[in-house]
């Protein structure tokens, strides 16, 4: 069956552009988490949804960092005014429920120049 | 200080090897424990939970101290396929967050 896809694969941007980054999580899962994971390190919590409602918010880095799930199903991470440090492989997962396991996508690779 | 702690590595073993990593974690209040495996620009993929009691799965155990707020993963027997990242991973069951450690790199060699 099909798993979590994310597009695009790899994004290079110029720092001040704006990006978005999708992910369409597996079909029925409920609870849907982005993470962030800079080169050498483990991913990171940016935010997290049940459903529609954006319930946990609390690892975006700033207020250029802004994510959607309008309709329960696929999310789009936006970034506003791309910085440096801002370039790293985002990762979305689903699950079933909050504390079930979840499946991760390939990715986003973003890199700002 | 990162609440989930690891030894970055890497850890370079020969095929056949038994290989351990250890895994720190500060905050009491975590509730489930997993490792979970990243091969090099892939997605991390659940390896297996791990339980107070210990709980192995072929050539994999993982053990977990809660007293210590330790966490292991033993590997027998090591293959080639075995080369990637293990990532130590708890969850406070607050909303299902995954708190991720560093990862730990093992290469294993013919």
């Known amino acids: 069956g099909a798993g979590v896809s994310q597009s695009p694969r790899y994004k290079v941007a110029k720092r001040g552009q704006d990006v978005a980054l999708r992910c369409d999580p597996i079909?029925?899962?409920?609870?849907l988490f982005w993470y962030q994971q800079a080169l050498g390190q483990g991913p990171e919590f940016l935010t997290y949804?049940?459903?529609?409602?954006?319930?946990?918010k609390s690892g975006l880095p700033s207020d250029r960092f802004f994510a959607e799930r309008p309709e329960g199903s696929v999310s789009t991470l936006k970034i506003q005014r791309t910085q440096q440090e801002d370039s790293a492989v985002y990762l979305c997962?689903?699950?079933?429920?909050?504390?079930?396991?979840?499946?991760f996508g390939d990715g986003t690779r973003l890199s700002i120049l | 200080r990162k609440e989930v702690e690891q030894d970055p590595g890497p850890f370079n073993v020969p095929e056949g090897a038994t290989v351990a990593f250890n895994c720190t974690y500060s905050n009491s209040a975590s509730q489930s424990f997993f490792w979970y495996r990243q091969d090099c620009r892939k997605e991390p993929k659940l390896l297996m939970s791990?339980?107070?009691s210990g709980n192995e799965d072929g050539r994999f155990t993982a053990q977990l101290n809660r007293a210590s707020q330790y966490i292991s993963l033993l590997i027998r027997d090591s293959k080639l396929s075995d080369s990637a990242t293990y990532l130590c991973?708890?969850?406070?069951?607050?909303?299902?967050?995954?708190?991720f450690g560093q990862g730990t790199e093992l290469s294993v060699k013919p």
């Open positions: 949804f049940q459903n529609e409602a954006q319930l946990d």
């Open positions: 079909s029925g899962h409920v609870s």
């Open positions: 997962a689903s699950s079933l429920g909050r504390n079930q396991p979840q499946h």
């Open positions: 791990v339980y107070s």
């Open positions: 991973v708890v969850n406070r069951n607050q909303g299902g967050k995954l708190i």
